[in-house]
């Protein structure tokens, strides 16, 4: 089991978890395609759905990867997998 403190990465898993199969598959589609875009395209799409949604915060979001390559402090079991690999 991965334990996960920030709050905000729980609910978007539970969200995840009671998505329908094909929503899931989506959804996953989705984020490959964001995370192998490059940063400006990452933020051009973050400006795109923050338009949509009416919300300012993704217009601050951290788009860098290179910013992001220390360990995910969420994680709170080291090496932890699920029963699923």
Known sequence: MIGIKHPDIRRLLIGFARLSK???KQFLNALNRFMYASPQRQRLWLQEWD?????????TADTNTDARKDKDPDVSARGAQD???
């Not at 338009?51 to 217009?59: D, I, Q």
């Open 22 to 24: 094909p929503r899931r």
């Open 51 to 59: 338009a949509a949604a009416g919300t300012v915060t993704a217009r």
């Open 83 to 85: 029963s699923s690999d």
